[in-house]
């Protein structure tokens, strides 16, 4: 009996795959703790003169700031400038060195950083603070090259959408739990300060529990059994589990691929509808909505609770068509994208002509729920194009998407001038939305789940030996 499961590669259930996805999970939820608090905290910060969370914060001795609308938007993008910049470096990288290694030094430089954040902020001011988020850019952008390393050694194809999918949903449940909890600790009596000492405690805390039980493959992993080994290697025909070599990168063909641009541009329209919603709507809804600063962070927290909760079904439901082939990859990745972004587009039409606040909450919570659908679109379709090289797309596109979470929070202080008018707000939520549509048409058009010939390390050395051969035959 054995012996046929194993033939029919039969899945041994429950096992150290899903405890590396439930890792990276916190792992992905971690870095959002750290990465969304500014977003939050930037109004508790910046506290209306005269306001109630004025005079609440000077009698709770709480460092209050005077930024303008330019320097709030410079401070929420440095973040991104520094992830733009180390992400490709990051994924080159991650091709040479131990991915769980260069993971834990991301979080625990990344967790440290943030712990240093309030008193480098009062003592310095705004310079210092964007020099503290520039850092910590830097610093996050191994993240993801990491964990798409990771997982194309740990994750068989037709679960991919449920690990790696599961994964990604700590973008969710991160984002979330800032925004509640952020809302609620910086009208506290602690004050703002205390969002980045437990985020950043978080962060440490995670760093130390996968030192002991994470691995960057299979091979490296002291508790995983040989059937479950056994299982995730013979899904794995077109994965090598070792680090690649600089060498063998085929540079040119990843870069002049269809594809992988298709699933660049993805990435690109749909961080920068994330984060134009995920930097702004706290301030959008404070300044329009005219909600307080607790009921902002609980709030702006529900989209993305709704976001957290339909993932794990949309992963199975994805999964489950992949498996019975009702729908292939590149028609999965493409449908569930599209859900994603085309979705997106119409609620952000939607939400720039709305007049009635419960119609705007209803849509921004539609608009953010639904983009839990592009994990398994263009977010796990590098694995799909090259396992053996999903760290390093993911860097390569991740570099290009940060430039979302630049533009958006630059574009909006630029367009908005008076953060009360909702016909400026209209200007913003109509551009996110055309952004989404042009990027995502063109991986309707040109993106594949189809794994690409220049994948194939086997084929470089079956080549290589071949030349050999033939060189000692005529020399024979």
């Not at 063998?248 to 690109?268: G, R, Y």
């Not at 493409?334 to 939607?350: E, F, H, P, Q, Y």
């Amino acid at each position: 009996m054995k012996s046929i499961q194993k033939a029919a590669g039969s899945s041994p259930g429950i096992g150290f795959r899903h405890l590396q996805s439930l890792l990276l999970f916190l792992c992905v939820m971690s870095g959002y703790l750290i990465r969304v608090n500014l977003s939050v905290t930037i109004v508790a910060m910046n506290p209306v003169i005269n306001s109630t969370d004025y005079f609440r914060e000077l009698a709770d001795h709480v460092p209050i700031f005077g930024w303008t609308n330019s320097m709030r938007s410079v401070l929420l993008s440095t973040f991104f400038v520094g992830y733009l910049l180390a992400n490709f470096p990051a994924s080159v990288l991650g091709c040479r060195f131990d991915n769980k290694t260069l993971l834990a030094y991301s979080i625990a430089v990344s967790s440290l950083l943030t712990i240093i954040s309030p008193p480098v902020v009062y003592a310095f001011g705004a310079p210092a603070l964007v020099a503290v988020r520039f850092a910590q850019g830097l610093s996050s952008a191994f993240m993801f090259p990491m964990v798409h390393g990771i997982m194309s050694k740990w994750a068989p194809p037709h679960e991919r959408g449920q690990l790696v999918g599961f994964i990604h949903s700590g973008i969710q449940l991160g984002t979330m739990v800032t925004m509640a909890v952020s809302g609620v600790l910086c009208s506290s009596s602690m004050g703002w300060p205390s969002v980045y000492y437990l985020s950043g405690a978080f962060g440490l805390t995670w760093t130390a529990i996968w030192l002991f039980l994470g691995a960057g493959s299979l091979s490296t992993h002291r508790f995983v059994s040989q059937a479950e080994k056994d299982y995730i290697q013979r899904s794995l025909t077109n994965t090598v589990d070792h680090d690649t070599r600089l060498s063998d990168t085929p540079w040119k063909s990843i870069f002049t691929s269809l594809p992988v641009w298709a699933t660049a541009l993805a990435h690109i329209g749909h961080n920068w509808g994330f984060w134009l919603l995920l930097t702004e709507m706290p301030t959008f809804i404070h300044t329009v909505l005219k909600f307080n600063i607790k009921d902002d962070g609980m709030l702006s927290s529900l989209p993305y609770l709704t976001m957290f909760v339909l993932q794990i079904p949309v992963t199975f439901f994805a999964d489950f068509l992949n498996k019975r082939k009702i729908t292939n990859l590149t028609v999965s990745r493409k449908i569930w994208n599209t859900i994603s972004m085309w979705g997106g587009t119409i609620g952000l039409v939607i939400l720039g002509f709305v007049e009635d606040t419960h119609l705007t909450i209803i849509i921004y919570v539609f608009i953010v729920a639904i983009g839990c659908t592009s994990n398994v679109g263009f977010n796990i379709n590098h694995m799909d194009l090259s396992p053996n090289y999903a760290g390093l797309l993911m860097g390569i596109t991740n570099t290009l998407a940060a430039s979302g979470g630049i533009i958006a929070p630059l574009f909006v202080g630029l367009v908005v001038d008076d953060q009360t008018s909702a016909a400026e707000w209209r200007i913003v939520f109509i551009s996110g939305a055309i952004v989404l549509f042009i990027t995502n048409l063109f991986f309707i058009i040109f993106g594949s789940a189809e794994t690409q010939p220049w994948n194939s390390l086997k084929n470089k050395d079956s080549l290589k030996m071949d030349n050999t051969k033939q060189e000692v035959e005529i020399v024979g």
